[in-house]
């Protein structure tokens, strides 16, 4: 033990020690603050991520806005109010998924993306429109568990430090009383040099024995009608509960035992109940539900025979969702009421008008969001804090490779994406992923090559790696 003192001050504290997570941790804390955004602020924030649509981002502000207006109504009048539903019109490609995606982040709403063709009418293969809602209280009370995790962190990473000092040197943890007497004073002498070492990371390669509970999971699958997933889960739920926990010993690193230790501190930390209950409350006020492909479950006109019988099945099911039903869950009943369902669909085959009436009637909001012209793709290479140019050129650093574009480049693969969308499928701005991914292919190859270098992405370049492809329309069909 002397040994692991005498090295104090030998190496630099290394990134990811106790010290600096608990800074980290509280700075990240202190600087959240629950702040009421207004329309015009919440649209601004849209603005960094997605280019263009401003009908749709005014739409979905206006929506998240109202949530906040309706809690400050007094309580026997906010009942009545309800979320007004939003249908987005427009081809793939062009950011109906990502603003909705990206709202839900703002405002740290429960949030579920699911596909309507994955859904049959009840007495059909497929799944139960009602494990919309379960999922959707899945992800709920994930996002709260989450938040419940990062308020106690802090905490729990003081406790899983002392922990780690009863593994370094076991039986040094003493009360006040027994240091006041003159008990084991030279351990706890010893244990708080130990603490100066841990947190600055000194012990992070030593090993240490530590005893982990393994929960048995059931691998099982339950057949049964639709509507039986609840079952399902109780069931699993049930072999789970009867098979007891078992614990085993096994050596690791400190740092990685960290970690193991971090988790077992919050799970003992966190109200269970407590976190159940109030996400199943936040998916009930503040759910979101994204319906894609809203335009695959339209029965074409004067149909009702074949497929088309189900796909009207589908929106007679999830009518009484988007209307307001009471949905059974493992955690608790949930009400639809107040939960804001965005449903969208290219519809180029069928019209807004082929859904149900009834259907239409819960989505009062309608928008249409327009195709992407070269600008917009040169924006988008430009503008956006996840822009896919700055995606690939924080991967080749890793490698030490510098990658600088040209204004004239960017602009040459915004012209060559709006030429293969209209000459072949128009996929909207995914086919940069495609073009792009076509253009930085040798370099992205040979990257360990180029290790400090940089490459600099001309115009001239992106026409060698991309004008004979896309000259070629039949060629550009299957590589573009």
């Known amino acids: 033990m002397a040994e692991a003192v005498d090295s104090e001050g030998s190496e630099p504290k290394p990134e990811g020690t106790f010290g600096s997570i608990v800074k980290e941790d509280e700075a990240q804390?202190?600087?959240?603050?629950?702040?009421?955004?207004?329309?015009?602020?919440?649209?601004?924030?849209?603005?960094?991520?997605?280019?263009?649509?401003?009908?749709?981002?005014?739409?979905?502000?206006?929506?998240?806005?109202?949530?906040?207006?309706r809690l400050q109504v007094p309580d026997d009048?906010?009942?009545?109010?309800?979320?007004?539903?939003?249908?987005?019109?427009?081809?793939?490609?062009v950011g109906k998924t990502e603003i909705s995606r990206r709202l839900a982040k703002l405002a740290r709403a429960p949030f579920v993306k699911?596909?309507?063709?994955?859904?049959?009418?009840?007495?059909?293969?497929?799944?139960?429109?009602?494990s919309i809602i379960r999922d959707l209280v899945e992800a709920s009370v994930t996002l709260v568990r989450e938040e419940e995790q990062e308020r106690m962190r802090?905490?729990?990473?003081?406790?899983?430090?002392?922990?780690?000092?009863?593994?370094?040197?076991?039986?040094?943890?003493?009360?006040k009383t027994e240091n006041e007497d003159g008990v084991h004073k030279e351990d706890a002498s010893t244990r708080e040099r130990l603490r100066r070492l841990l947190e600055d990371g000194?012990?992070?390669?030593?090993?240490?024995?530590?005893?982990?509970?393994?929960?048995?999971?059931?691998?099982?699958?339950?057949?049964?009608?639709?509507?039986?997933?609840?079952?399902?889960?109780?069931?699993?739920?049930?072999?789970?509960n009867m098979i007891p926990p078992q614990r085993e010993k096994r050596r690791v690193k400190v740092r990685e035992a960290r970690e193991i230790l971090l988790q077992q501190q919050l799970d003992s930390l966190i109200d269970h109940e407590r976190v159940a209950e109030l996400g199943?409350?936040?998916?009930?006020?503040?759910?979101?539900?994204?319906?894609?492909?809203?335009?695959?479950?339209?029965?074409?006109?004067?149909?009702?025979?074949g497929p088309d019988v189900s796909r009207e099945g589908v929106q007679r099911d999830l009518l009484p969702l988007v209307e307001g039903s009471i949905v059974s869950t493992k955690y608790?009943?949930?009400?639809?009421?107040?939960?804001?369902?965005?449903?969208?669909?290219?519809?180029?085959?069928?019209?807004?008008?082929?859904?149900?009436?009834?259907?239409?009637?819960?989505?009062?909001?309608?928008?249409?969001?327009?195709s992407l012209s070269a600008e917009h793709f040169y924006r988008i290479l430009c503008e956006p804090q996840n822009a896919l140019t700055r995606q690939y050129q924080a991967l080749l650093n890793t490698e030490g490779v510098r990658v600088e574009f040209s204004d004239d480049a960017l602009r040459e693969i915004a012209r060559l994406t709006e030429e293969v969308n209209r000459t072949s499928e128009n996929i909207g701005?995914?086919?940069?992923?495609?073009?792009?991914?076509?253009v930085l292919e040798d370099i992205s190859f040979h990257a360990d090559e180029h290790s400090s270098e940089t490459i600099h992405i001309t115009v001239e370049m992106v026409r060698e790696r991309l004008e004979s492809i896309v000259g070629n329309v039949d060629l550009s069909k299957y590589i573009l």
């Open 114 to 130: 699911v596909e309507a063709s994955k859904f049959t009418e009840v007495g059909y293969v497929g799944r139960d429109v009602e």
């Open 429 to 438: 701005a995914r086919r940069l992923h495609t073009i792009l991914e076509k």
């Open 202 to 240: 000194k012990f992070e390669e030593r090993e240490v024995e530590i005893e982990i509970t393994k929960t048995a999971g059931t691998q099982m699958q339950v057949l049964g009608p639709q509507g039986f997933a609840e079952i399902e889960g109780q069931i699993k739920d049930l072999f789970s």
């Open 29 to 69: 804390l202190e600087s959240r603050a629950v702040v009421q955004l207004t329309p015009k602020e919440i649209v601004a924030k849209l603005d960094r991520y997605i280019v263009a649509q401003e009908g749709a981002k005014k739409s979905v502000a206006l929506a998240l806005r109202n949530r906040w207006r």
């Open 154 to 175: 802090i905490r729990a990473l003081r406790a899983t430090q002392e922990d780690i000092l009863d593994l370094l040197l076991p039986g040094s943890r003493t009360d």
């Open 332 to 370: 608790g009943s949930l009400k639809t009421d107040h939960v804001l369902f965005i449903a969208s669909g290219a519809f180029h085959i069928a019209k807004p008008s082929d859904l149900m009436p009834e259907f239409q009637g819960r989505f009062p909001i309608r928008v249409e969001l327009e």
């Open 77 to 93: 009048f906010r009942d009545e109010i309800t979320p007004k539903n939003i249908l987005m019109i427009g081809p793939t490609g």
């Open 280 to 305: 199943l409350q936040r998916a009930e006020e503040g759910g979101i539900v994204f319906l894609d492909e809203i335009d695959k479950v339209c029965g074409k006109e004067g149909g009702g025979k």
